[in-house]
Nanobody, 121 residues
Framework: QVHVVESGGGLVQPGGSLSLSCAASGSIFSINDMAWYRQAPGKERELVATFSSGGSTNYADSVKGRFTISRDNAKLTVYLQMNSLRPEDTAVYYC???????????????WGQGTRVTVSS
């Protein structure tokens, strides 16, 4: 079994910072791409940032220069550092990990449970 657990959401004032974490555990052979998504109220889920197994990162235009994605392969964890937060960043944030559970498995997408980020004064 694979478990993916997020942490770090909360309430922050505009201009503030938050850091999110997403840790995987269980039967894991390897993890390919790691990503963060978000879903604001009344909107579709959107991609925020990705960190490939090869080391490349990509960001949505709306967060470039403000958010930083990083990963610790030894800890099976992906992070999202969010700075200069704006009210429009308010959403539930989800991580998605491309996990190969065993040497003989195909790759599966595993999602975190979501963590709420609210940016408001």
């Amino acid at each position: 079994q694979v478990h993916v657990v997020e942490s770090g959401g909360g309430l922050v004032q505009p201009g503030g910072s938050l850091s999110l974490s997403c840790a995987a555990s269980g039967s894991i052979f390897s993890i390919n791409d790691m990503a963060w998504y978000r879903q604001a109220p009344g909107k579709e889920r959107e991609l925020v940032a990705t960190f490939s197994s090869g080391g490349s990162t990509n960001y949505a235009d709306s967060v470039k220069g403000r958010f930083t994605i990083s990963r610790d392969n030894a800890k099976l964890t992906v992070y999202l550092q969010m700075n200069s937060l704006r009210p429009e960043d308010t959403a539930v944030y989800y991580c998605k990990l491309q996990i190969i559970p065993t040497r003989w498995s195909q790759m599966y997408d595993y999602w975190g449970q979501g963590t709420r980020v609210t940016v408001s004064s």
